[in-house]
């Protein structure tokens, strides 16, 4: 069998986002698999824009690197108790597509944020954005990064041992869902 493909997303844009060491991690607890991060910095949807110019290169990118991949995870914070607008734009976006790169697929949210609440209400709000492209969503177990500013080392390592054991978890189910999907 081929290696697994994983892919995954970053709500947030900025060099230093936390959200993308959060992917890194899972990437590297999801195990054997090949892992790219894919790129979501898309203009502002606008209908007449695609209608003018089609699908930008970029996006049509991203659709292909989901509709390729055996797994997505999606690191969503928490901006204003809501997902990022990048993120929102992207769905947005891919949903213009010529196909459905989400169906059926294997897909894990996690968040990380500032608040205690570590970006649940952004995960609600991305399982619900999500859901209308009937990917495979895990349920759970949840996996939240509060105060995620100090839950990282110098070499950009979840510290937060719970948070570990949880993504561990979260990754197994992500692992044997994309196997399954295989199969
Ligand atoms: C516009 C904006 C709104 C934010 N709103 C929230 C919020 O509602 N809840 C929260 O926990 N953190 C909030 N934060 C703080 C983010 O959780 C924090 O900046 C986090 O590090 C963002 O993720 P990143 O490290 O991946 O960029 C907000 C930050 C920004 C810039």
């Known amino acids: 069998m081929s290696e697994l493909k994983l892919v995954g997303i970053s709500g947030s844009l900025r060099k230093a986002s936390t959200n993308r060491l959060l992917l890194q991690e899972a990437a590297r607890r999801f195990g054997e698999a090949s892992f790219v991060e894919g ?41 204003n108790k809501g997902i990022t607008g990048a993120l929102k734009n992207a769905l947005d976006w891919i949903s213009r597509t010529e196909g459905n790169p989400w169906r059926d697929k294997p ?33 759970g177990p949840e996996v939240t990064v509060a105060q995620t500013a100090q839950q990282w080392d110098d070499q950009g390592r979840l510290t937060n041992e719970l948070g570990i054991k949880l993504l561990d978890e979260l990754m197994g189910e992500l692992r044997r869902e994309a196997l399954r999907m295989r199969g």
């Open 39 to 79: 790129n979501i910095r898309f203009p502002l949807f606008d209908q007449d824009l695609q209608e003018e110019n089609g699908i930008p290169p970029e996006v049509q990118a991203l659709a292909d690197q989901i509709a390729e991949a055996d797994a997505v995870i999606v690191a969503s914070p928490e901006y």
């Open 107 to 139: 897909v894990a949210i996690v968040s990380a944020a500032a608040g205690r609440a570590g970006g649940e209400r952004s995960q609600n709000m991305a399982r619900l954005v999500l859901s209308p492209f009937r990917p495979r969503l895990l349920t």
